[in-house]
């Protein structure tokens, strides 16, 4: 017994429908890898203090996290495992924060930043930490978002002006951002 035209393609839309669902779990499940699940924990935002300079070695990373204490708020997040101890610049790249935050993994050789307006960790698609030549210890094209102390290029970004608040938004900052190339531009911790 042969099928009919209308089964013939109820099957070919169920097998559509059945691969279509495999690729997005798939893809699910390849960003959740990538972007290690939760992204925020509310609690991230009481945390944020401003700091003149961040830690330079693993060390200082480890003093400064032990005082911060992080544990003590992993209890209020969905992924308490996650919190960790962060120090990187903010979105407009002017300042350095220390901040408990849920780590992420940082792709493509790009600085870490944590944006306030989103209470996240992510990548700032305006700097790789790998743009000047001869840098020294440029990031990685894969790093965790709390190991920023092993990249003190982006410590050593400044921006010229910083946007309104209209223009800022939760995916990074505008590209205003530029290296400190004269005497007279201010900068953020250059004495790492």
Known sequence: MGCSETETRNIGLKMLI???LAYLLILFKVLKLIYGGSFSCSVSIE???LVPS???NEEEWR???KQKNCPAYASKCDNPDKLMYHCVVNEYVNETLEVCAIQQNIVGGY???YNRRGNVIQLNYNRKCDSRPLALNPCPKFYLSN???KYPLCYKLVMTSRPSTESA???SSTN???FDNSENVTTSNMDM
């Open 54 to 56: 961040c830690p330079g």
């Open 147 to 149: 190991e920023t102390f």
């Open 47 to 49: 945390t944020v203090v």
């Open 63 to 65: 003093k400064a996290a």
């Open 176 to 178: 205003l951002i530029e």
């Open 111 to 113: 600085c870490t930043e």
């Open 169 to 171: 938004t939760i995916s």
């Open 18 to 20: 059945s691969v279509g």
